[in-house]
């Protein structure tokens, strides 16, 4: 009884796969039977990904090679006994894990708050009668009821289907309803083909039908996708390797000036425990302690900036890595276009009609060539809206969200264009004697109505069934006969509309003969023609727009797409995609990985693509060298959205497993909330270079001070509690409020940044360089000025005076950083509050540090006056003042370009 795999049952008899299955069509299976395969099949559920415990999560904080150093510091000052300065470092430790612990457990929550949100119900027949059960208690062998606008909760095979049609654009990427019926499919038919069966979590558009489950939770189709999802490794971002390497780069660099500090001054015959000391401070200045928290809180403040742009993100590094992203992957179906079929064009023999409007919102009117037409005054036209009005079973509504179909979506979009005439259906659908229904060997619907002592057919269906039982047609208000030349109009018009991707259907009616037998045969014949419809599911509006501002950024968009060839050009051609040529997913099995890859280069669209083609093309793209986002809705798309650098799911429309594949999910479906992600991630990016940076240049100034004072012979220039205080304390500060820093101008014009591309570059290595020096000489400056000065208590005030220059020096670099290039007078003086009131904050707890008793003692200093404080202050504002100089005239110079050109060098850099 165990269900082998879901394509060999499209091939078998209905009734066989009843009896292989042990069940009965009328009678369903009993309690008992449904507990036996409850224990064996387990319930119908997708494991969407291996789940994370609360703990998991918080574990995974720590796996950093900053962290790293940081609990060896901290171990190290445990073990020599600096237990004040191990237990700071513990703390910010803590802190960092718990940050990132915070906003991405709150996002896990949101995303299983929302699941629970979309738990689906359905109807069985169990122990002979109708129940409705949770999805998650299906079984083999259940009988499932189906009817319009159900979901479907596992899969299917019917053995009976009346008038059914399924939305599978989830799971095939296919746009438009699949019709489905009872007969078994021929052996090796694709799964888009195997029209007996129905696939879990795809939705009942039209007709109603009888199925029974073959296969649940992880044995359906969605399921394969999700285990070929699961079997994907995660791929750090792009910040996580960089900072990987920066880590790494700052620890052996720490090593090294430690070991060879501690060695020089011990060969110059200083004490060798004095020597160890001072080898573990220069060890503290190197790393900057504060560096992984200030990143993950400034990332964690980008959160609440990109929930203001309708994502969601699932890492912390997600929007950050969007920003570098070089090209966006995405898929059509619901993500580029609204998932709204509407009707686009109307053929009548009078001329062509445009439509506008999109979606199921009725607002819109016709034209001839950009020319409002009033429609009162075209019989044809209303002839043609009646006849699709008619012979229809959808309807649209309106809620608080906005309008919505009921129905197969492509008569929804004809009951919307005759609503753009005020046509209403509530008269017509009283009328109605009998119906000849859609299916799949006919093309055709026929809608008969009495009208007074007549009766009417409506038919619609494909152009070329349509025509086929045509002999008269109507042309303006007049009827006549169908001529010949009538025929290759018609002909040359659904082809054309085709050609162009739109889904074509045909209309036409007939006056009745009182006589007439009302059977298929007798009504549909001598119809009068009416005219042809071209439908298609638009783009969004916004889209455009959105593609252009990638395009400008340097972002190539790659549509990859279920649907048709000739479908995917034709949308990307009206969002500004330059695509001449759409490759099929039966070609990409042909091609091998060179032929792919020189296809990647050039401007392409994919259609009727798998899972497993959108994958690959992820893969090749990566191989690259591209920083690949991939956006999408379906359980078609998880497995490239996993692999991806950076995976967008739809919030709405989004499947679970879609959702849970991603690294950020849109709570709007709008394509267009990327492309203010990626300016959101490119903001992160340029603000996490300022502060490391910025810290880095004050880690230099430490080193350089207390490495050339050691040379010089002199005592210990800054204890080690002193650097943990700067270093976390009044840098961390700072450095968290130039994260804030707003967008600079012109960032969406520049392209991102090389994959290759360090956190530090040698311009910014240069910068570190230069505003180290300065720091560094100053505080040395000052500290041997001091001690040579003879007052009184010199060493305990030039160790005062020292400790409070650097973090004086430290905070007026903080505002050499706030721009890349621009000055103070271009950016404003006021434009980031956060770091005006973090540089108020910081200096104010350095005074603190100098009066306040409790902290002279836990931090060794001494009160200073005035003077002291009037000497710091004239030897730090040089910083300052001379980097402006030097970036207004480079400004005057070059003006606005600077904004567009420079992708990172940090002010005053080269």
Known sequence: MTPTDTRNWSTQDAAAVLAALGSDAARG??????????????????EVGKREHWYQVLARQFADVLIAILMVAALISLAIGEVGDAITIFAIIVLNGILGFVQEWKAEKALAALARMLAPHCTVVRDGREQTIAARELVPGDIVLLEIGDRVPADLRLFEAINLKADESALTGESASVHKDTPPVAANTPLAGQRSMVWMGTSITNGRARGVVVATGMRTEFGRIARLTRSIESEPTPLQRKLAVLGRQLGILSVGLSVLVALSGWLLGKPLLEMFLTGVSLAVAVVPEGLPAVVTITLALGVRAMVRRRALLRRLQAAEALGAATV???????????????????????????????????????EVDGQRIDYHQRIDLLALLEAGLVCNHAHVEKDDSGWHEAGEP?????????????LSPAAEKKRAVTEFSFNSARKRMTVIEQRGEHKLAFV????EVILARCTRILEGETERPLLDADREAFTAAYTHMASHGLRTLALARRRLPEDVRLDEDAVETELTLLGVVGIIDPPRPEVPMAVRTAREAGIRVVMITGDAAATALAIAQRIGLPATRAVSGQELNSLDDDSLDALLSGEVVFARTTPEHKLRIVSLLQQQGEVVGMTGDGVNDAPALKKADIGIAMGLRGTDVARG?????????????????????????????KFVRYLLSSNTGEVIAIFVNILLGGPLLLLPVQILWMNLVTDGMTAVALGLEPVEKGVMKRPPRAAHEPVLDRFGMLAILIFGSYIGIATLWLFHYYLSSGVEQALPIAHTVAFTAIIVLEKMNVFNFRSLRAPMSVIGFFSNPWVLGAWVLTVGLQVAAV????LQQALHTVPLGWSDWGIILLLALPLFLLTEVYKWLWWRRHGRLATTEETGRPAGAG
């Open 460 to 463: 619609k269906g494909a152009p």
């Open 410 to 422: 492509t008569e929804a979009a004809l009951v919307v264009a005759a609503y753009k005439a005020w």
């Open 328 to 366: 966006i992957c995405t898929d059509k179906t619901g993500t580029l276009t609204r998932n709204e079929m509407t009707v686009r064009r109307i053929w009548l023999p009078a001329g062509e009609l445009q439509v506008t409007g999109t979606g199921y919102d009725p607002a819109g009117h016709f």
């Open 661 to 689: 594949a991603a690294d950020m999910v849109l709570t709007d479906d709008n394509f267009a909330s990327i492309i203010g992600a990626v300016e959101e991630g490119r903001r992160q990016y340029d603000n996490i270079q």
């Open 29 to 46: 299976l009993t309690a008992a039977e449904v507990r036996a395969r409850l224990a064996t099949h387990g319930a119908n559920v997708l």
């Open 851 to 854: 009066y306040v008793p409790f």
